[in-house]
């Protein structure tokens, strides 16, 4: 029997996406676990392993292909002790040519809020996801499965090989792990944390109609990554109710901690940075007023068990989240070295998407780049983002006299059915204590 291979979603985000290239041709033998082909995604170029054993019959979409919707069948293959057929050429499908139904739901987006820290990267190859290795049934026969369904099943301890498949020849699919573990599917792929799916977008006018004679502009194309912020940023701001809390802090402690901090530090060549400092005050100020360590669901409000905080990273052409994990747990040097590394592969397209998928709060600085004071866009599911000004040089009055001291604007942005305003409060004022007595992060 001839299965299948469909154009996988190797990111939450993703609706389509541009075949690179082949690493197999008609009448190679494949094994679970090779890669077969390169993805380009909104987010990087990603390989694609085979996640069944046979023989390729056909390469449906030619490599260069761009525009290939998520779940259309791009090879085909015989399975194990099957004949291969006749290689039929290979063509590439119509971009407008209506795909297999897609799986029921899809993992929340990756982080992406509209404002991010400055440098850019070019585009390079990402490391594909872990594979998954395939469960069999009792009887010993391979257990169909799509790769995203393998990784929750194998998350939850689940066996595959109990789970009935609603897929493709029976295939095993998100959706039927899901209803495994007791859970109902999404009702739609893009929805994040069980949100109702977003209503069909108004008709925009066109540049002409609004006055903007035509030639007078050049217009660049929209990438996947780009077309994703606009789509999920336009979801947050108006599907989440959202307020700004703002504060403003006095560094000059916090400046001397890191002077003092990076000098110890310096043997071991670490370098400490304002926003490591910042993303560890966060991280404790989450473990003290967990409240706004949180997601919101129509079934309950998610209270996370650890602080992993999601850093805006800009990119060529758009911007990622890398999340430092269970933030709340490690020290500043730690902090520091994952920071850097992080954001480098991120620059370089080089991230693993559990490396940017998830987390529990984001943290948007702009003050290196002489922003005094802005605020983010909620990144969905999370309930806040913190948005990280310049510090400068300010009057301030102190005990009824005129003083100078290095101020830092931050913006707090919360998701009003999981933060309300005394819970960002008080986050806040631990938060101010914590920047303002650098010492209180390790008492």
């Known amino acids: 029997m001839s299965i299948e291979i469909l154009m996988p979603a190797l990111s939450p985000t993703m609706e389509e996406g541009s075949l690179a290239k082949w690493h197999v041709k008609p009448g190679d033998t494949v094994k679970a676990g090779d890669v077969i082909a390169e993805i380009e995604t909104d987010k990087a170029t990603m390989e694609v392993e085979a996640v069944d054993e046979g023989v390729i019959e056909a390469l449906l979409v030619d490599a260069g292909t761009e525009g290939v919707k998520v779940n259309t069948p791009i090879a085909r293959m015989a399975g194990e ?16 040519a209506p795909a297999p139904a897609p799986e029921a739901a899809r993992p929340p987006p990756p982080a992406a809020p509209v404002q ?44 595959l090989a109990t789970v009935k498949g609603s897929g493709p020849h029976g295939r095993v699919i998100k959706a039927d792990v899901d209803a495994a573990r007791g859970k109902a599917p999404s009702a739609a792929p893009i929805a994040a944390s069980g949100a109702a799916p977003a209503a069909a977008p108004r008709a925009h006018q066109s540049l002409a109609q609004m006055g903007i004679p035509d030639g007078s502009y050049d217009l660049v194309p929209l990438d996947g990554m780009r077309k994703t912020i606009a789509r999920r940023m336009t979801d947050s701001f108006r599907d989440i109710p959202h307020f700004p809390l703002t504060i403003d802090l006095e560094i000059d402690g916090l400046l001397a901690a890191r002077a003092k901090i990076n000098a110890m530090l310096e043997k071991d060549g670490v370098k400490v940075s304002v926003n490591d400092l910042v993303i560890k005050a966060v ?36 911007l990622i989240t890398p999340i430092i994990r269970k933030a709340d747990t490690k020290g500043l040097a730690q902090i520091a070295t994952e920071s850097k590394d992080l954001a480098g592969r991120a620059r370089d397209r080089k991230l693993k998407p559990e ?14 780049m002489g922003i005094k004071s802005f605020a983010s866009i909620i990144n969905e599911p999370q309930g806040c983002i913190l948005s990280v000004g310049a510090g400068e040089q300010r009057p301030v009055v102190k005990k009824g006299e005129l003083a100078i001291a290095t101020v830092m604007t931050v913006t707090l942005t919360c998701d009003h059915r999981v933060v309300d ?4 409060a008080r986050f806040l004022q631990v938060f101010r204590s914590l920047i303002e007595d650098p010492l209180t992060m390790i008492v």
């Open 81 to 96: 002790g099957d004949t291969p057929a006749p290689a039929p050429k290979a063509e590439a499908p119509k971009a407008e």
């Open 421 to 424: 305003g005394a819970i960002g």
């Open 283 to 318: 991280a404790v100020a989450l473990t003290r007023v967990p409240e706004a360590n949180a997601s919101y669901s129509p079934e309950g409000i998610a209270m996370h068990h650890h602080a992993d905080i999601a850093m805006a990273v800009a990119i060529d052409g758009g």
């Open 355 to 368: 490396e940017f998928q998830g987390g529990t709060f984001s943290v948007s600085n702009l003050g290196m």
């Open 116 to 159: 991010a820290a400055g440098e850019t990267g070019a585009t390079t190859k990402a490391p594909a996801p872990a594979a998954v290795s395939a469960p069999t049934s009792a009887s010993g026969d391979r257990v169909m499965a799509s790769p995203l369904a393998r990784r929750l099943a194998q998350a939850a301890g689940l066996d």
